[in-house]
């Protein structure tokens, strides 16, 4: 089950164009659309005549055109024309709150008359020349469960990406857990360690010297329905750490919006907004081309992990001290989707 009364990421603002976009969003068929340029629509994908998919239609004159037998929607799921058929009686279909905003097209797949686009996070990086983001979408097949459990606990860098960010003093410092209401906050503070592979890169693009000690931090925020931010940076030793002044240290804030599909698929919105060299593109091109690598590890383990679980679903797997974020944002969830059903019953 899904936290429904709540907005998810369902595509990038540029996944629509002059064509519809189909998209499964907890278990929901939508399609997105653009009944006029700069606005945003979204109906269920099906049509009301002989059940085809919409999004396999056309947008015509702000109209969604099923591709079957030409079958005109509009906006707020009532058929408006057909062809040599009167409509007046068609079933409406549903539609749901969309918003665009810092280039994303949320959707709210729950009681419609609950969504407040307040309740969309703020991005402070969106459209502000002090920082840079670069990101992309991967459609993961595994539960978007794993993915929580996987980006809030950052132990697995060691191993899963030993080439680029893992080193072994993740591993040997102790991670603190903190839960403030709906929010989860994972932390570790490394001291007077040698920046890893992507580190050292970032020093050197910024122009500090990546030879040196450093400082490094990993705050992972957890907040429902499934979005984490997590904080991560370097600053050469001894000038304060995460508080080192700017010309000393590399920050960013790797953004994660993870949008479930089904069961066990989801679609992940990965990124990286950072704060130091914004106005260079090639870098953020290099930064967007390296950290998109570093998700494929992940999707590759979580893909994996997922056909295990299937497999053999009344295993009970162990909980560790590292699972704690992970765990404690689950509970979050659920807690989350009772007090949904509660309101329902």
């Known amino acids: 089950m899904f936290p429904t009364l709540t907005w998810y990421v369902a595509c990038t603002a540029d996944e629509i164009n002059e064509k519809?976009?189909?998209?499964?969003?907890?278990?929901?068929?939508?399609?997105f659309y653009r009944p006029q340029p700069g606005q945003v629509a979204a109906v269920e994908d099906f049509c009301p005549h002989r059940g085809a998919?919409?999004?396999?239609?056309?947008?015509?004159?702000?109209?969604?055109?099923?591709?079957?037998?030409?079958?005109?929607?509009g906006c707020d799921g009532k058929t408006v024309a057909m062809p040599g058929q009167r409509v007046g009686g068609f079933p409406a279909i549903r539609?749901?709150?969309?918003?665009?905003?810092?280039?994303?097209i949320w959707v709210w797949p729950g009681d419609k008359?609950?969504?407040?686009?307040?309740?969309?996070?703020?991005?402070?990086?969106?459209?502000?020349?002090?920082?840079?983001?670069g990101g992309g979408l991967y459609h993961v097949k595994a539960n978007y469960k794993l993915m929580v459990d996987n980006l809030m606990d950052l132990t697995h860098e060691t191993y899963v990406h030993s080439t680029s960010i893992g080193q072994k003093e993740i591993d040997e410092t102790p991670c603190k857990t903190t839960v403030n209401g709906d929010e989860v906050v994972t932390s570790r503070f490394m001291e007077n360690i040698i920046a890893p592979p992507f580190w050292k890169a970032a020093l050197r693009a910024k122009g500090l010297a990546d030879d040196v000690p450093v400082d490094r931090w990993q705050i992972?925020?957890?907040?429902?329905?499934?979005h984490i931010m997590i904080e991560v940076g370097v600053a050469h030793a001894g000038h304060g750490g995460y508080?080192?002044?700017?010309e000393h240290k590399v920050y960013s804030v790797v953004t994660d919006f993870i949008t479930p599909e089904t069961d066990t698929s989801m679609h992940y919105f990965w990124g990286m907004a950072r704060q130091f060299n914004p106005g260079d593109k090639a870098l953020t091109a290099q930064i967007r081309e390296g950290q998109g690598k570093i998700f494929a590890e992940d999707m590759e383990?979580?893909?994996?992990q997922q056909k295990n679980i299937s497999a053999f679903p009344d295993r009970k797997l162990l909980m560790l001290n590292i699972d704690t974020g992970g765990v404690q944002s689950r509970k979050v969830i659920d807690r989350v989707i009772a007090a949904e059903q509660a309101v329902v019953a």
Request: glycine share 8%; aromatic share 12%.
């Open 243 to 246: 508080d080192a002044p700017a």
């Open 53 to 73: 998919p919409l999004s396999l239609g056309t947008v015509c004159e702000g109209k969604l055109v099923c591709g079957y037998h030409g079958l005109e929607m």
């Open 20 to 31: 519809p976009l189909g998209r499964t969003i907890c278990n929901q068929a939508i399609v």
């Open 95 to 104: 539609s749901f709150p969309v918003v665009e905003r810092y280039g994303f």
């Open 113 to 133: 008359t609950k969504a407040d686009p307040a309740l969309i996070p703020h991005m402070v990086w969106y459209d502000n020349p002090e920082w840079a983001y």
């Open 220 to 226: 992972c925020r957890f907040t429902p329905p499934s």
């Open 301 to 304: 383990m979580l893909e994996r």
